[in-house]
């Protein structure tokens, strides 16, 4: 069975940084994209940070370019993504996906597997 299990969002203020990470079980996540969505209340799911199965390219959503960074340990399972100078728009719900194909990584639809959301909120 796959799982994806985000740590534990929270509050942070305007400027702060906050680390998320995601353990993978059930695959081998060097098999696999690794990307990191955030959903807030009445938008739809929008792409923000994905890593390739060889670490050697990532990608940024334009909003957080310059923010935040996103890396993955093979060996532990695991993706993070570091966040920094965080803004009250960023507040929204963060997932972890994974996904065996090759297609957009910006896509929603690209990925097979998700976790189950963890809530960011930046305070002004």
């Known amino acids: 069975q796959v799982q994806l299990v985000e740590s534990e969002g929270g509050l942070v203020q305007a400027g702060g940084s906050l680390r998320l990470s995601c353990v993978v079980s059930?695959?081998?996540?060097?098999?696999?994209?690794m990307g990191w969505f955030r959903q807030a209340p009445g938008k739809e799911r929008e792409f923000v940070a994905g890593?390739?199965?060889?670490?050697?390219?990532?990608a940024y959503g334009d909003s957080v370019k310059g923010r935040f960074a996103i890396s993955r340990d093979n060996a532990k399972n695991l993706v993070a993504l570091q966040m920094n100078s965080l803004k009250p728009e960023d507040t929204a719900v963060y997932y972890c996906?994974?996904?065996?194909?090759?297609?957009?990584?910006?896509?929603?639809?690209?990925?097979?597997?998700w976790g189950q959301g963890t809530q960011v909120t930046v305070s002004s």
């Open positions: 996906a994974a996904t065996a194909g090759s297609g957009n990584m910006w896509h929603v639809n690209e990925y097979n597997y």
């Open positions: 059930g695959i081998t996540s060097n098999n696999f994209r």
């Open positions: 890593i390739d199965f060889n670490d050697r390219y990532t």
